[in-house]
C-alpha cells in the first residue's frame, strides 16, 4: 500500500498545541515587570530551539549576567496558571490530521524542542499521546534545532529513511532542521509568516492541519 511508503514526524509547540503564543505572551510579561527591552524580538528567535539555546540565545543579546532561570521560572509559573485553568489548546485540525494518518497506517513520530517528560505529559493530558509510535525531546540531544541531530533521531528510533519521511511543522529552525535532515518538510506557519526562504526548504506550506489532511488525501489517492 502506498500509505506505508511514507512517515510523518510532527513537531508539537506550535504545530499540534497552540503554546507559542502563551510562552511568548508569559515572557513579554515578565519582561514588562521587569523592564526588560526586546524581549519579544528575542524570543522570537527562540522559536523551534530547546531549552539550552534558549539560554544562549537570551544571553547573547542581555548579557551572560542576566538572570535567565529566575525569569524562566517566573515565565513557566504564569503559563502553568493558565493551562492549569483552561488546559493546553490544541491547534485546528491537529486531531483530525492525527486519526486521519493513523488510520491509514502512516508511523507516526513526534520531534519536539520542549523536554521529554513535558512533551510526554501534555500529549497524555490532551489525549494524543498514543498517537506517536516515537516521542523524543529536546532534553534528549546536545544540538537544538535548526540542526538536524532530533529529526534525525527520531527517524532511526522509527525505523523509517529520512527521505521517505514528512516533517510538519510551524517554525524557521524546525523547516531548517527537516531539511538539513534530507526529509519531507510541510510547512503551518504559526507566529511566523512563511518566507522565501521557507518555500525553498519546504515541499508545501499550509494555512492550517486542514490543509496537511487534504494533502496526504490527494498523495493517497494518487
Known amino acids: 500500500m502506498r500509505q506505508l511508503d511514507i512517515a510523518v514526524i510532527f513537531d508539537m509547540d506550535g504545530t499540534i498545541f497552540d503554546t507559542e503564543r502563551l ?20 524570543f522570537m528567535r527562540c522559536i523551534g530551539t530547546n531549552k539550552v539555546r534558549t539560554e544562549e540565545i537570551v544571553h547573547e543579546r542581555y548579557g551572560k549576567d542576566f538572570p535567565y532561570q529566575k525569569f524562566s521560572e517566573e515565565s513557566s509559573v504564569l ?28 508511523p507516526l513520530g513526534l520531534a519536539s524542542s520542549t523536554r521529554v ?5 501534555e500529549l497524555q493530558a490532551a489525549g494524543l499521546y498514543d498517537y506517536f509510535q516515537v516521542v523524543v525531546g529536546g ?4 544540538n537544538s534545532k535548526p540542526a538536524p541531530d532530533i529529526y ?7 525505523g523509517v529513511s529520512p527521505e521517505n519521511t514528512y516533517a510538519i511543522e510551524d517554525s524557521y529552525n524546525g523547516i531548517r ?46
Open 117 to 121: 517528560a513535558a512533551v510526554t505529559q
Open 152 to 158: 534525525l533521531m527520531t527517524c532511526e528510533r522509527m
Open 23 to 42: 510562552v511568548l505572551d508569559c515572557w513579554e510579561q515578565v519582561g514588562e515587570r521587569h523592564g526588560i527591552p526586546g524581549i519579544r524580538e528575542v
Open 177 to 222: 532542521s527537516a531539511h538539513s535532515a534530507g526529509m519531507r518538510p510541510i510547512m503551518v506557519p504559526d507566529l511566523s509568516p512563511a518566507t522565501e526562504e521557507m518555500r525553498d526548504l519546504s515541499v508545501a506550506v499550509f494555512n492550517d492541519l486542514f490543509q496537511v489532511k487534504d494533502y496526504f488525501k490527494a498523495y493517497f489517492k494518487g
Open 79 to 106: 503559563f502553568h496558571e493558565m493551562t492549569d485553568e483552561a488546559g493546553i489548546p490544541v491547534k485546528s485540525g491537529a486531531v483530525e490530521l492525527l486519526k486521519y494518518l493513523s488510520e491509514n497506517q502512516v
Open 139 to 142: 532534553d534528549l540531544l546536545k
